[in-house]
């Protein structure tokens, strides 16, 4: 746009740009936390597909081998099924189940016992498994909530209990070095395994991809933990989260 000035000439005038709208800033402008208020969130989640195919099943059903997160919280699960998978079909909730592995939570229809430990809970002991073997009743399973880039919720990766050492290892390796893991870009894949009467399954493989390097990431990361630990937490157990 053309400008005259007092003495007669002409100046370019430069229109003002809108800013654009960033993600940090449209956080700032409405509080994602408040925004939930009044709202049952669920976590998306990410399934392991066993057997020969070694692959995640993503919340949007894609399958893919590999992906990589920075893992926000690990925590430890039970649950219990009155009646078998393959005579319920399956999509109920666990009758009795644990928050923490500990102890179980008394809002289960069906609560077994006052503690986890196998010498209070049978179910919870190894050989109790009503189809028999070295398993358990009563499934020990590991909840593993994942930020993906470009996602605003944590994605919740559930490990079996033919799985649950990989997340205890991993973490086991990061914590010795001082690295706490949620400063981490883990890479995840997985690997063809097999269990001793000699069934395939897919076993999870987590390695180091990248370490978080700048204070600025590290706060973000901070705020997202903050922000959906009670979530990640708290969210009681469905049965889309075991498979075996």
Request: glycine share 6%; net charge negative; with cysteine.
């Given at each position: 746009?053309?400008?005259?000035?007092?003495?007669?000439?002409?100046?370019?005038?430069?229109?003002?740009?809108?800013?654009?709208?960033?993600?940090?800033?449209?956080?700032?402008?409405?509080?994602?936390?408040?925004?939930?208020?009044?709202?049952?969130?669920?976590?998306?989640l990410i399934?392991?597909?066993?057997?020969?195919s070694?692959?995640?099943?993503?919340?949007?059903?894609?399958?893919?081998?590999?992906?990589?997160?920075?893992?926000?919280?690990?925590?430890?699960?039970?649950?219990?099924?009155?009646?078998?998978f393959?005579?319920?079909?399956?999509?109920?909730?666990?009758?009795?189940?644990?928050?923490?592995a500990?102890?179980?939570d008394?809002?289960?229809?069906d609560?077994?016992?006052?503690?986890?430990?196998?010498?209070k809970?049978?179910?919870?002991?190894?050989?109790?498994d009503?189809?028999?073997?070295?398993?358990?009743?009563?499934?020990?399973?590991?909840?593993?909530?994942?930020?993906?880039?470009?996602?605003?919720?944590?994605?919740?990766?559930?490990?079996?209990?033919?799985?649950?050492?990989?997340?205890d290892?991993?973490v086991?390796?990061?914590?010795?070095?001082g690295?706490?893991?949620?400063?981490?870009i883990?890479?995840?894949?997985?690997?063809?395994?097999?269990?001793?009467?000699?069934i395939?399954?897919?076993?999870v493989?987590?390695?180091?991809?990248?370490?978080?390097?700048?204070?600025?990431?590290a706060?973000?990361?901070?705020?997202?933990?903050?922000?959906?630990?009670p979530i990640?937490?708290?969210?009681?157990?469905?049965?889309?989260?075991?498979?075996?």
């Amino acid at each position: 746009m053309a400008k005259k000035k007092d003495n007669g000439t002409e100046t370019t005038e430069i229109a003002e740009r809108p800013e654009v709208l960033t993600p940090d800033i449209s956080r700032e402008m409405f509080d994602l936390k408040k925004n939930l208020e009044g709202v049952k969130p669920r976590l998306p989640l990410i399934a392991i597909l066993h057997g020969e195919s070694q692959l995640y099943k993503m919340p949007d059903g894609t399958k893919i081998d590999s992906f990589e997160g920075i893992i926000l919280d690990v925590m430890n699960t039970n649950a219990w099924w009155g009646t078998p998978f393959e005579k319920s079909g399956g999509g109920t909730p666990p009758d009795c189940f644990s928050m923490d592995a500990i102890t179980p939570d008394m809002n289960a229809e069906d609560v077994q016992a006052e503690s986890c430990h196998e010498k209070k809970c049978a179910h919870n002991a190894f050989g109790s498994d009503p189809k028999g073997g070295r398993g358990k009743a009563c499934k020990n399973m590991k909840r593993v909530h994942i930020l993906i880039e470009g996602q605003q919720f944590p994605h919740r990766l559930v490990l079996p209990p033919s799985n649950l050492d990989v997340a205890d290892n991993y973490v086991s390796i990061l914590t010795s070095k001082g690295t706490p893991y949620q400063l981490v870009i883990t890479k995840f894949s997985l690997k063809q395994a097999s269990s001793k009467e000699g069934i395939k399954y897919s076993r999870v493989v987590m390695e180091e991809a990248k370490a978080i390097t700048t204070v600025a990431e590290a706060q973000a990361i901070k705020r997202a933990w903050s922000d959906w630990r009670p979530i990640m937490r708290e969210q009681p157990i469905e049965a889309e989260e075991y498979s075996e």
